[in-house]
């Protein structure tokens, strides 16, 4: 045990070669670099799984959020592992392009359902759409992939109640509330719980705070939940992806600015006075230069999912994500506070 804690503990330093990274807000400009020695084995995107995996067979799963990007993907990917995929959507009702395309598949293992994650009413009747689509409804549901989320920007003096309220009212109570109407079925499959957060769920940044505090509270939320369901036999995980802007609908340049516009009009004349406009101006040119950014491949996210659905032992946590967030995500979360905002955020 204690020759796997030291090989463990030591494997990173050990290993060669030798990699400069900038250990800088990458969206807000160069702050200087550091050395550090890369690590031969593959943290983040190209993190390699085990091969073990339990047979697909007929097992059903529900994602949240499938009008675009990573849900999207998600349920594709997962019809085409042999699942049956019920695809939440926002916009069935509104005739998404995302899920016109789903629909095309005229597929009997993929169906989309209209799912606001934020309505009670709408998820209790998926929940009966597919208690009684179930081929044997008392085997439950395999799989809940809570995906469904939207994000903001903006500091503290900047984001008003109701900005914070609408974003924690889909990410946050939305999962809460998704998984507690599934957690019946997913309990007699004793299947999986996958909730998707970020890394923002794990590390805070400048003008993050209402995207933040919801993923903070999907982490807590999903322990509590896998604590009280290890004993059940549910399994739950939580996807953590790095930067995948450029690759998804959650920011565009176009939505920044809208949202931008009515931040200056509604912040109060104190702060507009305060911090004055041409502060406001950097910090939405910063998020526009954001949108651009990160990687275009959504695979590790995906595989990722998959993993955690169809591993017989899934892991807690799952970190899609580039070098440079997992080294800061290693450092913000387990140096004294004072070592890490020095290196990243001051
Ligand atoms: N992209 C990244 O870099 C990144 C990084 C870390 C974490 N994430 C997380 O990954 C998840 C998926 O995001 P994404 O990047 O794939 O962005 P996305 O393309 O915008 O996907 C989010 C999906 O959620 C849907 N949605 C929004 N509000 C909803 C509601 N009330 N009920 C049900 N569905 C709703 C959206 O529908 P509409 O398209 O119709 O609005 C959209 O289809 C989110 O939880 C996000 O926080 C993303």
Partial sequence: ????????????????????????????????????????????????????????????????????GFGFSLAKHLHSKGFLVFAGCLMKD???????????????????????????????????????????????????????????????????????KEVAEVNLWGTVRVTKSFLPLIRRAKGRVVNISSIMGRLANVSRSPYCITKFGVEAFSDCLRYEMHPLGVKVSVVEPGNFIVATSLYSPERIRAIATKMWEQVPEAVRQDYGRKYFDEMVAR?????????????????????????????????????????????MTHLPGAISDRIYIH
């Fill in 1 to 68: 045990m204690a020759t796997m804690l030291t090989a463990r503990l030591s494997r990173p330093l050990s290993q060669l070669p030798r990699k400069t990274l900038n250990f800088s807000e990458r969206e807000n400009g160069a702050r200087g670099s550091l050395l550090f020695y890369s690590p031969s084995f593959v943290p983040g995107s190209r993190r390699t799984y085990a091969d073990s995996v339990n047979p697909v067979g007929s097992k059903a799963v529900l994602v949240t959020g499938c009008d675009s």
């Fill in 94 to 164: 509104k005739g998404h392009d995302g899920v016109k395309e789903l629909d095309s598949l005229k597929s009997d293992r993929l169906r989309t359902v209209q799912l606001n994650v934020c309505k009670s009413e709408e998820v209790e009747k998926v929940v009966e759409t597919i208690r009684s689509s179930l081929q044997d409804p008392e085997k439950g549901l395999w799989g809940l992939v809570n995906n469904a989320g939207i994000s903001t920007f903006g500091d503290v003096e900047f984001t008003s109640m109701e900005t914070y």
């Fill in 287 to 331: 998020m526009e230069n954001f949108c651009n950014s990160g990687s275009t491949d959504t695979s590790p996210v995906i595989n990722a999912v998959t993993h955690a659905l169809t591993s017989t032992t899934p892991y807690t946590r799952y970190h899609p994500m580039d070098y440079y967030w997992w080294v800061r995500m290693q450092i």
